[in-house]
């Protein structure tokens, strides 16, 4: 370790492991076992890893939560209630879950996490690894409209036939994309993401769709979601999309209008520039020796005492956001049990 440095460490459990993750943090992989947290803990917390030691950054992969340090893992390989000792901060790598009730701090996905108690910061999501962008010899072609993610992700309207159907009408064809192919951009020429067209909090997750989309040179059609609408900063970042006709309007306008596709891309290469993995490496080293460090340095140093105070409020937060969750449902079941009585 850099004797500058306090020793910082990424902890992967090792039951989390698998034998085919790649050591080379650009390179594509996939696996996923339902239950198990698999490839969003390697995107998160892995690849972070092999960039920065790429980099020549000091840190350490580590399969054990270390006695000593700064330590970063995601949220669901730091158990539950384990508590930093006075020795050890805790960066929670947050993803799709709860804050964790200990961890010092937290990073987070999207700018517009609401304030709390617990401290995070925001650092984007790595973009796809091994990114395949579009291939340049498809010209001003616009034919295959795709979706890279997981299918129940996916808003119900926009997975069944009709809308198969509806976009060959428009000359166009449509395709789910398998993960073990959501690095390839090649053949595609622009993408559809929407997970509801109702629903737009999704604060927890992050704008990787957009930026993939940027990285592969394509234009991309999105729905009405907090991630995105955090991103965008004039309408060429992408098409926002509030019902599948609108979809099917963007997808037509683009379709007659070459000239707004080839100024999309264009955008889309300038704002490719933030989530580079060089730039993200760097936002990475900033946040350890600027924010995490100083941080780690205050908490070796604090008295016993204040180390106590700080356990007490992040338990009384516990204990009553666990209060409220469980009155929320109280009141939810006794109304439904009211309206089940009057309409029986």
């Not at 309207?157 to 509806?166: A, D, F, M, S």
Request: charged share 25%.
């Amino acid at each position: 370790m850099n004797s500058s440095l306090p020793p910082i460490y990424f902890f992967y459990p090792k039951d989390a492991w698998h034998e085919d993750m790649p050591m080379v943090a650009d390179q594509y992989w996939y696996y996923h076992v339902e239950g198990k947290v698999t490839f969003g803990m390697y995107s998160s917390i892995i690849q972070t890893y092999l960039h920065l030691k790429e980099a020549g950054f000091p840190c350490e992969l580590v399969t054990k939560i270390p006695a000593e340090g700064i330590i970063i893992a995601h949220r669901r390989s730091f158990p539950f209630h384990l508590r930093p000792n006075s020795k050890q901060l805790f960066v929670c790598y947050k993803a799709n879950y709860d804050f964790h009730p200990y961890a010092q701090l937290h990073i987070v996905l999207n700018p517009q996490e609401p304030k709390s108690v617990y401290t995070h910061q925001f650092i984007p999501h790595w973009r796809q690894t091994g990114l395949i962008p579009r291939d340049a010899a498809r010209g001003d072609r616009f034919e295959n409209i795709a979706y890279f993610g997981l299918p129940w992700n996916l808003a119900p309207e926009l997975r069944g036939e009709q809308w198969q159907n509806q976009l060959k009408e428009l000359g166009l064809s449509w395709r789910i994309v398998e993960p073990e192919h959501w690095n390839d951009y090649r053949d595609i020429d622009a993408v559809v993401a929407v997970r509801d067209f109702k629903r737009q909090d999704f604060t927890h997750k992050p704008a990787l769709k957009l930026y993939n989309a940027w990285h592969a040179h394509i234009p991309a059609v999105l729905g009405r979601e907090n991630p995105f609408q955090a991103e965008r900063q004039n309408d060429l970042d992408y098409i926002e999309v509030i019902s599948p006709e609108q979809t099917l309007l963007a997808l037509k306008r683009l379709r007659d209008d070459s000239e707004l596709r080839r100024a999309m891309v264009e955008r889309g290469k300038i704002r490719a520039e933030a989530t580079k993995p060089a730039q993200l490496t760097q936002e990475w080293q900033g946040f350890l020796k600027e924010v995490a460090v100083p941080t780690y340095q205050r908490w070796r140093s604090a008295p016993e005492l204040k180390h106590n105070i700080y356990f007490l409020r992040r338990y009384i937060v516990l204990r009553l956001r666990e209060l409220q969750e469980r009155g929320g449902k109280q009141l939810l079941d006794e109304w439904l049990s009211r309206k089940s009585k009057a309409t029986s």
